[in-house]
């Protein structure tokens, strides 16, 4: 099953046999104060380095959210999707709780994007679910609904479940919805890694479809949190995660190891090709 995205310039496939796509985290205010003062004064321009150089890094798919207190989303962030594509041709995933923001971004997006995102709250789902059939773009569904974020693995699958079928049911096929199976902190719940990694093999196993992680929560509140993240992201790969959104320049590495020892790059071409680039 493979889940096609596309910019102006670049399509990217995401599959389970395929290597892993990186899908940078870094145009995201949240716990940016430098970047939120920018986009508060509407300084777009900045958002185009950004980008470029989470490109360099290895990303191949660019997160673009532009939450933040004092900003009007609805306006800010159709602007900053023209920029970045403007700037950079790969697919973007347009990150948005607002309903008119994303409209408006998917009104001026070029190619075919990815929706961050849609849970399994019935309002949200009414909402979301048909921008993406009308603009046919793909989505990334959260194991989440009106009881919030289940502590069984189970119960995370059967919102999974229910987010790929009310999509078939609008004409989005599987292949365009990636599940999220959510990453919580281990320092405040120790069986949250366990959990999730359960659930991503019974996403694979039971639904077949491409998954998606914010997985750097699993670290948050602890010392060097750069080496639990490190670990997390061969386990959650080799679990079934096959487009994690992370920070590039600290993912790339630990992300074509775990693809080289998973027989997902051949004759070790992609890790050589990055070494001698970036270690040389």
């Keep these: 099953m493979e889940t096609t995205l596309k910019g102006t310039e670049v399509t990217v496939r995401i599959g389970p046999e395929l290597p892993t796509v990186i899908i940078g985290e870094k145009i995201n205010p949240t716990g940016r104060k430098w970047l939120t003062k920018k986009l508060t004064e509407g300084n777009l321009e900045i958002l185009r380095g950004e980008a470029t150089q989470q490109l360099e890094d290895g990303a191949a798919v660019l997160d673009v959210n532009v939450g933040a207190a004092s900003v009007n989303e609805a306006d800010l962030l159709p602007r900053a999707v023209k920029i970045i594509q403007d700037t950079v041709g790969v697919p973007l995933c347009i990150d948005t709780a607002d309903k008119v923001a994303l409209e408006a971004a998917l009104k001026v997006y070029q190619g075919k994007p990815l929706i961050n995102s849609v849970n399994g709250e019935e309002k949200n789902l009414e909402v979301v679910l048909p921008l993406v059939a009308e ?88 010392p060097d949190r750069e080496v639990i993240n490190r670990v997390a992201l061969g386990m959650v790969i080799r679990a079934g995660v096959n487009a994690p959104i992370v920070n590039a320049a600290e993912a790339k590495q630990s992300i074509l190891a775990a693809d080289l020892l998973l027989g997902r790059d051949q004759y070790a071409m992609n890790y050589i090709k990055y070494y001698r680039a970036h270690k040389q």
């Design 135 to 222: 603009y046919g773009a793909a989505v990334i569904g959260l194991t989440m609904d009106d009881d919030g974020i289940p502590k069984q693995a189970e119960k995370r699958l059967e919102i999974a479940e229910k987010i790929v079928q009310r999509a078939e049911s609008l004409g989005i096929p599987r292949e365009d919805v990636l599940i999220d199976c959510l990453a919580l902190t281990v320092s405040a719940e120790p069986d949250a890694a366990l959990i999730t990694l359960e659930t991503i093999e019974l996403v694979r196993k039971e639904l077949g479809v491409n998954q998606a992680l914010g997985h750097s929560n699993v670290s948050f509140g602890l």
